[in-house]
């Protein structure tokens, strides 16, 4: 069993729809909660980062950890075809990341 | 330019061959890492620095050999190439461990063995 699971979709959606993505894991030991955004043919970009248990809003963008369930999740309110990307869960607890397997989003205009 | 690269971004090989792949940032982050990503594992950690010299295995090590005689460089050596190790390689850096341990991505090194 894999310490970080992620449905890979892919997901499409209709512009200004809400996108919902989630993740759970294994490891108690995870502080950090991570969301990063990948763009076709380019490297990870961190979105997101809340640290334990809670809500964080950046603009369109929330995360929500739910430390007791193991269970992670990003919104993405009024989503734009900008918008379409990867995006990979990621946990931290030591000195390395452990990734989930990212996914697809596609915002359709 | 500031930032974190990699080089080449394309390579193909052949089965057998020693391929080197660059990486290289400007902000003396202390921290390096190799990762590739595939298809349903998402980014898998090969190797990781903490300092000049100072280098560790991560979750998918063997056939894969790295350096860093430097802090703003981390190279990595595939000995002999297999098919197996076609992928996307990625190099990240950070400042520090502690916190989010945010990490800088560079923009990938797509590697096809044949």
């Known amino acids: 069993q894999k310490e970080v699971e992620q449905d890979p979709g892919p997901l499409s959606v209709p512009e200004g729809a809400i996108v919902s993505l989630n993740c759970t894991y294994s490891n108690s030991a995870f502080q950090y909660f991570m969301w990063y955004r990948q763009y076709s043919r380019k490297g990870p970009e961190l979105l997101m980062y809340t640290y334990s248990s809670g809500n964080k809003e950046d603009g369109r963008f929330t995360a929500q950890v739910d430390k007791s369930s193991k269970y992670i999740s990003l919104f993405i309110r009024d989503s734009q075809p900008s918008d379409s990307a990867t995006y990979l869960c990621?946990?931290?607890?030591?000195?390395?990341?452990?990734f989930g397997a990212g996914t697809t989003v596609t915002v359709r205009a | 330019d500031a930032g974190i690269t990699q080089s080449p971004r394309y390579k193909i090989t052949e089965t057998g061959r020693q391929v080197t792949l660059m990486c290289h940032q400007t902000w003396s982050h202390s921290y390096m890492f190799w990762y590739r990503q595939d298809l349903g594992h998402g980014l898998r950690l090969i190797y990781y620095s903490a300092a000049a010299d100072i280098t560790d295995k991560g979750e998918v090590p063997d056939g894969y050999v790295v350096s860093r005689s430097k802090t703003e460089n981390f190279p990595l050596t595939l000995e002999s190439a297999t098919r197996s190790q076609t992928s996307v390689y990625f190099c990240?850096?950070?400042?520090?461990?502690?916190?989010?341990?945010?990490?800088?991505f560079g923009p990938g090194t797509r590697l096809t063995v044949l």
């Open positions: 990621a946990m931290s607890g030591d000195y390395k990341l452990s």
């Open positions: 990240a850096s950070t400042r520090t461990l502690t916190g989010s341990n945010e990490q800088f």
